[in-house]
């Protein structure tokens, strides 16, 4: 009897462990389940069928939803509550986890999910706000009939599928993390918005630079650090005329140039996130008609970070992409006009320097008298263990993100100071996408705008009225020049934000005489525009690179445009690798040259034939990629470190680098402090040869196709869970960061569209990925191949439900119950 009672014992305990979550470890049995785990996610024939009818509780009228080939589902509804209402049941189908999960990162929930090693990141996004920012945005947009509409008929239809789900039909990365999805509403739909306001707008180099104006003055910063770089093409041409009275700035402090703390920072943030858009007007295409293309640059993540849909309703018809789990299309076309974004990079995240009473810090000093802050608990439930409360002090400016001294979960945010950030602000920019989705002429594209808060991105225009914009929009505040450069005196009210931009006032060229505009995350205007924006933008290469191509280009067809977007000629290296070569090969500036037959003579034999492209089999990329990152770390190491010790600081430009190299060769700062002699500009480029020869010999071997420049950049796309085999790994792809194409090791473009307007518009597009976010689905990444080769699909664009196409096979109707 014992051992019977010990037998059963083991076997319940066995059986609960098989089906408990044990840490890290999925629960096995349920996972493994043939009737309910992960089995059950293969996508087997029949599981989509051309025809069918799905009864949904809450659809007022049938709709009619058409597939294509790609599976991109034409949602044809006969009013705008039920079209939306479908678009949020059909993206649930294809992407619950993905957009669920994205809302959990943004309101700092992933500790109650996958336990207590999430944590640091769940009191990071709570401290900075997300959620404060995503619920006063909701009120704006809750406040607008219209859109209030989109967000709860969308949300009533994301729930319309999730109540559908059996344990055997769960998404595999719920059975995976063994939870379950909760009901959808549309805070979530704000989340998602914020959290890409953070990861487009959420770092500043507030610290740095004032780390940076402490050590070396205000000489120095003005030399290295200047507002405006040397090499520039703005987005805004330079005497581009101006369509408004501009306002008075507000007056600079006269203790603007005092210095502030120090703090250690770790790490730099990614520079490789940014984006293209570009458009020709009807007198440089081949259609007289004017084309548009977007590229937006950010992780390349499975499943996709984009998601197409057509949505087709009484006044409406447009197609495009959204981020899973935000309604309308963000980026896309309808019969009338196109359009798209890139992000501004405009100076919106400022940090201030608090003065608290005292050790309590219920009060800070503010305007000549202490203020109270509010303190805010954040309630943080953490798997398997008891919850956690978490205190964030708010001020007038915002949260203070660490109020006591700990290592911070990014490094550049400072302690004991208050962030102000736009993305913490209400604005309806569901609204701005719903209107653009529904616009037919420029006037409803501005209009559109008005509404739009954060993050601030470079919106592009083309209708068929043949009129061609860009605007970089957004919420600006308005500063006086340089504020918000360094970290701002917090007690003093001439340093808080002064107001607004007036939104009709934001930098804008409409039907340029050159014939096109772009974008390409640079300067948003020249130094003739009155108002700051900011005083670092991406460098210039892109940008420049773009309007070289758009100026020479005539007859310009959609495939014109693909190509652009392909782009891999690097301007940096045209411009600074002769300059290398001469600094280690020419006598005359005191080199003395490699031997022809040594490991260094045949590199610089190949850089000497290479013809600045970075091309997947080119060897060049790979040998000057690492040359020239290690002689600007030379440069500036010594004076700048970056490393964990020491107040946090940053390198000048690379403008202001290439600048040093180019045409002060005594500059002062080119010694290394580090050694006792006083090195020469060439010496430290033999140094940097010598080291990228060295380091790719080890990695490689001797100088071979082993080093071409696919294999030296290997670009992946992973899994949002970075799950080993649900991932895309070592990509045969060419481009690379400052290039226009700008595919680098985990980022790069994730959507390519083209649009050509005319009486029927056409256009194409392709994403690194699929339609489905279920990796058992031939759906899941059926389109990386045509985009790693630089390819795009035409997309299918229907008129009618009925609309006859042999691409389009599947028929469903959706209708209430």
């Known amino acids: 009897m014992l051992k019977a009672l010990l037998a059963l014992a083991a076997s319940i305990t066995l059986a609960w462990m098989l089906n408990t979550k044990q840490g890290d470890l999925p629960p096995f049995g349920k996972l493994l389940s043939p009737y309910r785990g992960f089995w059950q996610n293969g996508e087997r024939p029949g599981d989509f069928p051309e025809r069918q009818t799905l009864a949904l509780p809450g659809l007022r009228q049938p709709v009619t939803v058409r597939y294509d080939d790609h599976r991109v589902p034409h949602v044809f509804a006969q009013n705008d509550a039920d079209l939306y209402f479908a678009q949020g049941y059909l993206t649930a189908r294809d992407r619950l986890w993905q957009m669920e999960f994205q809302t959990h990162v943004a309101a700092g929930r992933l500790s109650e999910i996958v336990g207590p090693a999430r944590l640091e990141t769940d009191r990071f996004f709570r401290r900075m706000g997300l959620p404060f920012g995503a619920a006063n945005s909701l009120k704006a947009m809750m406040a607008d009939p219209g859109t209030r509409t989109v967000l709860e008929s969308y949300s009533a239809g994301v729930n319309a599928y999730i109540g559908q789900l059996t344990p055997a039909t769960l998404p595999f990365e719920y059975k995976l993390l063994d939870y379950q999805p909760e009901p959808w509403q549309p805070l979530k739909c704000a989340l998602l918005l914020k959290y890409m306001a953070w990861d487009l707008s959420g770092r500043t180099d507030d610290l740095r630079m004032s780390n940076i104006l402490r050590q070396y003055g205000p000489a120095v910063v003005k030399d290295l650090f200047p ?115 890139t992000n501004v990079a405009a100076d919106v995240l400022d940090f201030y320097q608090l003065k608290f009473k005292d050790n309590t810090r219920r009060e800070y000093w503010h305007d000549g008298r202490w203020k109270p802050v509010r303190r805010v608990v954040e309630h943080i439930k953490v798997r398997g263990q008891p919850d956690r409360l978490d205190t964030v002090l708010y001020t007038h400016h915002g949260p203070v993100v660490y109020d006591k001294a700990e290592k911070p979960f990014h490094p550049q945010t400072p302690i004991g100071h208050a962030m102000r950030w736009t993305a913490h602000d209400g604005a309806n920019e569901v609204g701005t996408f719903v209107r653009l989705n529904h616009a037919r002429t420029y006037a409803d594209y501005t209009a559109a705008l008005a509404t739009y808060g954060s993050p601030a991105q470079n919106f592009i225009f083309a209708d068929n009225e043949k009129d061609i914009a860009i605007w970089p929009n957004g919420r600006f505040p308005l500063k006086w020049r340089d504020q918000g450069k360094f970290i701002l005196d917090g007690t003093d009210p001439a340093y808080d934000w002064q107001g607004w931009i007036p939104a009709a006032q934001n930098p804008h060229v409409k039907n340029p005489a050159r014939g096109f505009v772009s974008s ?48 891999v000629l690097d301007l940096n290296a045209q411009l600074m690798l002769p300059r290398l070569l001469a600094l280690v090969s020419d006598p005359a500036l005191g080199a003395t040259p490699p031997v022809a037959t040594s490991p260094e003579g045949r590199i610089l034999a190949e850089l000497r034939r290479w013809p600045y492209q970075y091309t997947a089999d080119a060897v060049g990329p790979t040998i000057f990629n690492l040359w020239y990152a290690n002689l600007v770390k030379r440069l500036w190491d010594d004076d700048f470190p970056l490393g964990p010790t020491g107040p946090a ?135 990386l191949e045509t985009w790693r080769v630089g390819q795009l699909d035409e997309l299918v664009f229907l008129r009618s439900a009925a609309e006859v196409n042999p691409r389009v096979a599947t028929a469903w109707t959706l209708q209430g119950r």
């Open 649 to 783: 600081l940053r390198y000048p430009s690379r403008d202001r680098t290439n600048t040093l190299i180019l045409s002060e060769p005594n500059s002062p700062w080119i010694d290394d402090r580090h050694t006792s002699a006083r090195e020469t500009l060439p010496q430290l480029a033999l140094q940097s040869l010598r080291y990228a020869t060295d380091s790719l010999t080890r990695k490689f071997g001797p100088l071979s196709p082993k080093w071409h420049w696919a294999a030296q950049k290997s670009t992946d796309v992973l899994h949002l869970l970075q799950l080993p085999g649900f991932g895309e790994m070592d990509l045969d792809c060419g481009g690379g960061a400052g290039i226009v194409n700008a595919t680098s090791e985990r980022n790069g473009p994730s959507w390519r569209m083209v649009v050509a307007l005319g009486p029927q518009v056409r256009a194409y597009g392709v994403y690194p990925g699929g339609q489905s976010g279920n990796p058992g689905s031939p759906f899941y990444n059926n389109l």
């Open 227 to 341: 507002d405006y770089p040397t090499r520039e093409d703005p987005i805004v041409p330079v005497g581009t005329p101006l369509d408004f009275k501009p306002m008075p700035a507000p007056a600079v402090p006269k203790s603007f140039e005092a210095a502030y703390a120090t703090q250690q920072l770790r790490s730099e943030p990614d520079a490789e996130l940014g984006s293209n858009n570009f458009a020709v007007s009807g007198l440089k295409s081949a259609s007289g008609y004017p084309l548009l293309a977007n590229d937006p640059h950010l992780q390349l993540n499975l499943p996709s970070i984009w998601y197409q849909i057509q949505l087709n309703a009484p006044g409406l018809n447009v197609y495009g992409v959204t981020i899973p789990g935000a309604p309308a299309v963000i980026i896309g076309f309808n019969e009338n006009v196109a359009w798209g974004v």
């Open 520 to 567: 390409a995350n640079q300067f948003s205007t020249g130094p003739d525009y009155p108002y700051y924006l900011n005083w670092s933008y991406a460098s210039y290469e892109r940008g420049h690179r773009i309007n070289q191509r758009l100026a020479a280009m005539t007859q310009v067809t959609p495939d014109s445009l693909r190509q652009l977007q392909n782009d």
